[in-house]
C-alpha cells in the first residue's frame, strides 16, 4: 500500500478473484462474485467515514453510541460495467446517493468522449466514490474524476477490482489527491489495452454480451 493506492489482500477478496478470472465462469456466477466482492472492497474504501454519536437506548440502558455523520456519500457508477460494483455497494450501504457517469472510446483519436453525466447535487459535501471494476490506460477514469471535480466534487476516492501499472500512474499524475483502493495489480497492458493477465472485459462477462 501507497499513499496514492490500497492493495485489498484479504483472503476471501483474493479468493473471489481467482474464481473470476477463470474464463470458465458463468456470467451468473461472475456477476455473483463481483457482487460480493465489491461489499468486501466497500468496507475498506469506507474505513474512515465521518462518525459522531447519537443517544440511544438499548434493552438494559441508555448510551451515547457511534453514528455516521455528515451528508449521505455518493456512489458514482462509470458506466457499464461499473453498476456491477455499485449493486454489491448498494447492498451494504442503502441509503447512499447514486450518480451515473457514462463514457466511450473514440476508435479514431482513443480518447473517452461523455454521453451521459447525472449525479446528486452538493458533492462537496459528501465522499464521493467513483467505481469502475478495471482501471486499464486510466484515460476514461481520469475523464470520469473530471467530470465530478466540474461538478462540485472535493473528496472523491476510486474502487475498482483490478489496475494495471499504467492506469495507476496516469491517475496519479492527473488526480493525486483522489486515492485508490483495488483487489489486484496486474502486470500490464497488452498491446489492445487489455489488463494482462486480467480477466477479459469486465462488462461483457458481466453481462453476457460476448
Known amino acids: 500500500m501507497t499513499d496514492h493506492v490500497t492493495h485489498v489482500t484479504h483472503p476471501l477478496v483474493q479468493h473471489k478473484l481467482t474464481l473470476m478470472r477463470q474464463m470458465t465462469t458463468s456470467t451468473a456466477e461472475f456477476r455473483q462474485l463481483l457482487r460480493e466482492i465489491s461489499q468486501l472492497l ?6 474512515d467515514l465521518n462518525v459522531t454519536t447519537r443517544r440511544i437506548s438499548t434493552p438494559i440502558q441508555e448510551m451515547d453510541a457511534p453514528v455516521l455523520d455528515g451528508r449521505k456519500l455518493a456512489l458514482v457508477s462509470i458506466l457499464r460495467a461499473g453498476n456491477g460494483l455499485l449493486d454489491g455497494m448498494l447492498d451494504l450501504i442503502p441509503s447512499a446517493r447514486v450518480g451515473f457517469v457514462g463514457l466511450y472510446r473514440d476508435e479514431e ?11 446528486p447535487d452538493r458533492l462537496d459535501e459528501r465522499l464521493v466514490i467513483a467505481v469502475d471494476p478495471m482501471l486499464a490506460t486510466g484515460n476514461s477514469s481520469v475523464a470520469a ?9 472535493t473528496n472523491i476516492q476510486f474502487m475498482c477490482l483490478l489496475a494495471a501499472p499504467e492506469g495507476i500512474e496516469r491517475m496519479r499524475e492527473a488526480h493525486p489527491d483522489v486515492p485508490i483502493v483495488t483487489a489486484a495489480i496486474d ?24
Open 42 to 47: 466497500a468496507y475498506e474504501v469506507t474505513r
Open 109 to 119: 483519436t482513443l480518447e473517452p468522449v461523455q454521453y451521459y453525466f447525472k449525479v
Open 145 to 153: 474524476i473530471d467530470l465530478l471535480k466540474q461538478a462540485g466534487a
Open 187 to 210: 502486470e500490464k497492458l497488452n498491446e489492445n489495452g487489455y489488463i494482462v493477465p486480467g480477466l477479459g472485459d469486465a462488462g461483457d462477462r458481466m453481462f453476457g454480451t460476448k
